[in-house]
């Protein structure tokens, strides 16, 4: 059976912290993505890796970073978390020019105070 | 650029009652599309992915339909039930190697 999963369900950070958000795919798949999701603005592509060690900015990549260091892991990095980064942040995988099917994890509420 | 909109953007409804969340998209240009579920507070969960060339999918009692000329998609609940209760997303792809683009989603609350 398909699996994401995300390293915290919840997170409670301080502003100025270098958060690390990890996401993890035992479905060998090179795509993965993280997108943020926030009332009334709907789902936010982030950032995305189409295979290991590549990235590639989303819609809005200001203030965040990625790693893909091995083709399984993707991890999200705040580097200096502010409260506007509050907010719900979903992992997703899908295999390389299929049928484009995206798998998501359960998402991480991360609170920034 | 693709645009997603979803409407309503909230459905209240008996149980039994069959339902239809609505999905419109700018660029019938797709490669093609996916409805998803997701309870508060988790992630989305894949219900149905349409590919360009179909007309439309099922699933028990879900069923989605694609008509690419005029840029939309249905997803038809029959007989609804309390635990159908959840926000339902459309997403579609412009190509085999591009991202998502999401709709808001419908938000559905089912009463006993």
């Known amino acids: 059976d398909v699996k994401v999963t995300q390293s915290s369900r919840y997170l409670v950070k301080r502003t100025g912290e270098k958060v690390f958000l990890e996401c993890v795919q035992d479905m060998d798949h090179e795509n993965m993505f993280w997108y943020r999701q926030d009332p009334g603005l709907g789902l936010r592509l982030i950032y995305f890796s189409y295979d290991v060690k590549m990235k590639e900015k989303g819609d809005i990549p200001e203030g965040y970073s990625v790693s893909r260091e091995k083709k399984e892991r993707f991890s999200l990095i705040l580097e200096s978390a502010s409260t506007n980064q509050t907010s719900m942040y979903l992992c997703?995988?899908?295999?390389?020019?299929?049928?484009?099917?995206?798998?998501f994890g359960p998402g991480t509420r991360l609170t920034v105070l | 650029k693709q645009e997603v909109t979803q409407i309503p953007a909230a459905l209240s409804v008996p149980e039994g009652e069959n339902l239809v969340l609505n999905c419109s998209f700018t660029?019938?240009?797709?490669?093609?599309l996916q409805w998803f579920r997701q309870d508060p507070g988790k992630g989305l969960t894949s219900l149905l992915l349409?590919?360009?060339?179909?007309r439309e999918q099922t699933s028990g009692r879900l069923n989605a339909s694609l008509d690419k000329s005029s840029g939309r998609s249905t997803l038809y609940i029959a007989a609804s039930q309390p635990g159908d209760s959840a926000t339902y997303l459309c997403a579609v792809s412009n190509s085999g190697y591009s991202t998502l683009t999401f709709g808001k989603g419908t938000m559905l609350l089912v009463s006993p």
């Open positions: 349409i590919q360009s060339s179909q």
């Open positions: 660029d019938s240009a797709i490669y093609n």
């Open positions: 997703a995988s899908r295999q390389w020019g299929g049928n484009n099917e995206q798998f």
